[in-house]
């Protein structure tokens, strides 16, 4: 079973997702974060525990302190091979820029990207 990261700093964002894949995947574990520094700093205490979760984490790419992309590039700092066992993150933005979007396909571990909000088509189909 998955672990569900929402980061995001729009709080209304984070509810409205947390409730959507409430409804998707009942009994969902939902870690949700205001910060890109908050979950990276999570992150990174689980792996160091050697428990990181198999996760999909759903990603904004526009926010204060580290955007979307520097969380993605220090992720893949610390994480080794913790995405080859199961985590990936989907990119939840409002940027219409299809350079943003070439640009997060760009990483290997980036399954989807889409526009906000999620939809519970698709938060079913990950189930």
Not at 2 to 22: G, M, Q, T
Not at 35 to 52: D, F, I, N, P, V
Not at 58 to 87: R, S, T, W
Request: glycine share 4%; with cysteine.
């Amino acid at each position: 079973m998955y672990e569900y990261l929402l980061i995001d700093d729009d709080s209304v964002i984070n509810f409205l997702h947390k409730e959507l894949i409430s409804i998707a995947i009942p009994n969902a574990i939902i870690h949700e974060f205001q910060s890109s520094k908050q979950a990276l700093t999570w992150m990174k205490q689980r792996m160091q525990e050697g428990t990181c979760p198999r996760a999909i984490i759903f990603l904004d790419i526009n926010m204060p302190e580290m955007n979307g992309f520097e969380f993605l590039d220090e992720l893949k700092m610390v994480a080794g091979d913790h995405f080859d066992q199961g985590c990936k993150i989907v990119m939840v933005t409002s940027s219409l820029n299809e350079k943003d979007r070439e640009r997060a396909l760009s990483y290997p571990y980036v399954s989807n990207y889409m526009e906000k909000p999620l939809t519970l088509e698709y938060l079913s189909s990950l189930s």
